[in-house]
């Protein structure tokens, strides 16, 4: 579909780096955070909706690792085969708002979007991902941790599509977790999370990776917690709030405030170590 | 151009390519099962089904859906969806039926893959759908197509738990709420609302914004309003306007309407509308209230109203008191939620202005809306649509004089549908409420004294807030006996959202700090805490705090019925063990009267068989979802004698039913029914009087033929011409119950009877997180008489999910949580196990003995969590909601003043 009321609905991607070339578009794929940002009937325009290109829905494996393309759903990440490294993201997934969210909403979305309760963001740091940004002049590769900015800001140009979120291979080893802490069931924004992927090779651990969402401007991997276990028997006591200092900047809000946060913080990382405690002695 | 397949049907659409999909359905091909409660994605009132995938049809802008399927509960065309609706229908599933079509939906994806789900599978798939009534577990048990529920009427239809007698309409998909009636074309009003708590306004050059606008037809401010722009539920405190003149008393306040076509109205920029903003100070709590600027000149200290109730020597008993419980405790506005939001259709009809609406006091409507534009009473008629919700915030005006003024300038139907965050600013809140009490007991664990003292912030309208002020001292005793009382209420006004009336009038804010205390003072006499409450209940010839004698009170059966839940939740809560977690158990009652307090407020009812023997049942209480058609009828066919399924109901249209008055104060049941009754008797009386037969004949009505038998013999009624009304026979009679004004400390007999209550609530609390899980409550309830126990259970299960919201998660916070992702309420997999008692008492006032209960219900849910909380943990909250930081601040507190 071509322009109608200043409305792309392009077929590829490069149709789609065209436009954005030659206008300043919104870009909409699943619509869950574009429709609920506005009280209108309609979507505002310009507007570049990717949802038509068949090329970025799905999984592609090859050498360099795993890239999942930008309109991936929720749902899409459920239902695939993926190595158990991808454990934190698919419970991730299940966590985003319920069914009806999880069907349209993308993966890429989430990241664009920039929140700082973003479910993917922490599961995705721990699996070192990498978004690829394309453009009519190229495409360029950054680590995700780098493509966010602060809250509701990415490094993104506005002439940029971010076409997929590539996993390199070096972080598909392992199991991942994820632990999500709201104020109800189901549909709820995360008052804090955490995500965890490890390699534990005869009961120790032998590469770690955490990471914490919702208590700062951007979810943050956790370095001194992540060396603390390497080398080490599994074993959450490892860990306490002092792993956590300089990696937290909480505020309050109306779902906590920033000392609940902070507390919470290391009991999570806690407990989900604990998981990895537990499936290894069940 | 969109290409969509509906039904079987191919569609080219015509709207534009962005358009939410859920409009297009609505609008383009009148779809109109397709709810919008909240236009984000956190209502589910939306869900559709896409090439068999359940979405929010809000979220999705057709061009992504081109070439798909979509399914909408409108078309009946599949045997998953017949057999759901069937289940919905025995189960009693469905109360306001607002979420019903979404929640089908949800489950129709479900069960096409998995025909036999578990519970915890039905749970997922609808946890995108919020239910705002029913408490969820009935829609649960649907989808499980668990044994039916629903029972067929045999001799007698009262005791039956009947289908609601309104349900088809709401199971498939054709119910019509306050946005679905009317013609297409009709004009589109908006509002221009104030963007500060507090401020004085001037207006521009409206003329020269409206002509650079294209498709307008009408900008109004207050000097178009015809009448007196003041308005007010209590009218001699009638103090809010319908569009602010000079000066915005709380955020959102409308000040100017927008009147045009659709498409015009609708793309307009509002926040470009010519008005100059001067902000002003402003306060949005009870504890700021009394120093802030004066919100109306004649009320000093910005105190509406105050409430008191004092009998005997309070003071000087609780200095004789062997033990003394104190304690504050402070509770948050909290927002009705429901899931419709205010909508409504107003057109003339030569001169007679039409407002079909949402809303729970058609009577009131009518006479307020008339006073605002000036006209007789009679020149306003309002319909009535099914109502998707109300709980309380529907019984004051919202749209009515707006569109009613839209109508009568422009001549044309105009329609006015708020969004939710409109929904969220203007509608009125549950008071917050910051108490302070002291409750003494004396050796033997009999309390002889309590001190209650309330600041209610009533935010910038009276609205209900009068009936806050005096419900509360009367009822924060609980169901106890209290010889020495003292109780005062204070409303205050801020510029914080009015509160008003919801689920309770304060009772709910009340009971949660005497039951707090009431915790207290077991642990201090050493009484099991079942049994501190039962030896303080009141029992039949007790003595309220306001004077009045009981009769037939059912606390100690409700306590009793309770008795072995309570052992075996200790137990289970003492032998829980976990690392992280703790159980606990609590419990609290509730009392309630029914009916206004001390005010006349009758209702009236009508039936009429027509000379083609037809039987018309004029009921003129609103059935917001409660079931209020469904159980008037019951009775009325029992005093009658004729079977539920042969009346046909005219509902409260203003011009064709007399009043019943609103439906709140759980009066409808008692008041209505009581109305209910005295006119099947009557009728009946009519009809036996044309026989020279006994009272114990039997009514037939066949073929519209009605007879009489009598042993063996058998007479026709002959039922001759019609009356003014188009009936043949006919009986109308009133009932208004009896009740005394209450003097200068609240002596007196504010209401003719009350219904009991009591609950335990067994929660599991997260030491480290603070957070909770409710994981069973029982509620024994003393209705009278059960007149429907699925609608009664009904009750108690929706009421039980507003105040587990109150307890655990609800806090609307102005100016901040004015959506459905900010402001949460219990979702599908918050509720906990439930199991309902029912115990009747049979109250002499009430008809064949009923009592109210829909307030009730939510009553004693909350300081039951709380208690739970406390129990499990140590942790004595002051606060509600039992946030997480909260809890945990609480834990951590209680360690540290632990011996
Ligand atoms: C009811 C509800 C519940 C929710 N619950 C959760 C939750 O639990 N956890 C959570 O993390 N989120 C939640 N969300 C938020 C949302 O669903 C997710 O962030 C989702 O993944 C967004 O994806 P989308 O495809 O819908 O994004 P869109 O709304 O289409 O876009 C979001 C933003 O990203 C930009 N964008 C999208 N794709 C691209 C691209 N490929 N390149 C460049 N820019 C792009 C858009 O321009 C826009 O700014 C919820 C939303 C709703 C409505
Ligand atoms: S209207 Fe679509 S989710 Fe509420
Ligand atoms: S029945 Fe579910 S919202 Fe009313």
Redesign the interface.
Known sequence: ?GL??G?F?PTSVDEALDHLAANDLTI?A???DL??AT???????P?L?I??ITALRGFRKNETGITIGATTTW?DLIAAPLPSAFGGLKLAAREV?????Q??GTLAGNLCNASPAADGVPPLLTLDAQVVLASKAGRRVMPLADFLIGPRQTARRADELLEGVHIPASALMGDGQFLK?G???????S?AMVAARLVIADGVVAEAALAIGACGPVAARLPKAEAALVGQPMDPGLINASHLQGYLAPIDD????A??RT??AT??VQ?ILGRFAESRSA | MTRVIVAGKHHRLASPPGRRLSEVLRDELDLKSVKVGCDAGDCGACTVLVDGQQVCACLIPIAQVDGATIETLDADDDAVKQKLQDAFLDHGAAQCGICTPGMMMAAVELLRTNAVPSRGEVETALAGVLCRCTGYAKIVDAVMGLSPRAEQAGDHAVGVSLRRVDGQAKVDGTEQFGADVGPADALLVRAVRAPYFHAAFTLGDIDAWASAQSGIEAVLTARDIPGQNRFGVIPPLADQPALAERVARYLGEPVALVVGTKDAVEAIDLSEFPVEWNPLAHTTTEAEARDGALLHTDRPENELICGRVVRGAPEEALKQATFVAEGEFQTAYVEHAYIEPEAGLAWMDQDTLVIHVCTQAPVMDRDDTALVLGLAPDKVRIVPTAAGGGFGAKLDLSVQPLIGLAAIVTGKPCRMVFSRNESMRASTKRHPGTMRAAIGADADGHVVAMRFDGDFNTGAYASWGPTVATRVPVHATGPYRTPNYHAEAHALHTNGPTSGAFRGFGVPQAAIMQETLYDDLAQLCGIDRLAFRRQNAFRDGDVTATGQTLTSVGMIECLDALRPHWADALQRADQHDAPHTRRGVGIASCWYGCGNTSLANPSTIRIGITPDGRLVLHQGATDIGQGANTVIAQIAADALGLPVDRFQLIGPDTHLTPDCGKTSASRQTFITGRAAEAAGAALRDTILRQTNFSDAAELRLDGGTLSVRDGSKVQKIDLGAPNKFGYALMAEETYDPPTSTLDENGQGTPYALYGYGAQIAEVEVDLTLGTTRVLRMVAAHDVGRAINPLLAEGQIEGGIAQGLGLALMEEFLPGRTENLHDYLIPTVGDMPQITSILIEKPDPNGPMGARGLGEHVLIPTAPAILNGIRHATGARLTKAPALPHRVLAAIQAAKETAP
């Open positions: 579909m109608q009321n409305y609905r909409a699943g619509c869950t429709f609920p009280e209108q009937k309609t979507l505002g325009g507007v909706d949802s038509g749902s708002g319920a069914r009806q969210i069907n349209r802490l104020a109800r069931k189901y549909l709820v924004i008052i109306m779902r906590a405030d000392a609940y507390t919470v009991e999570l407990r």
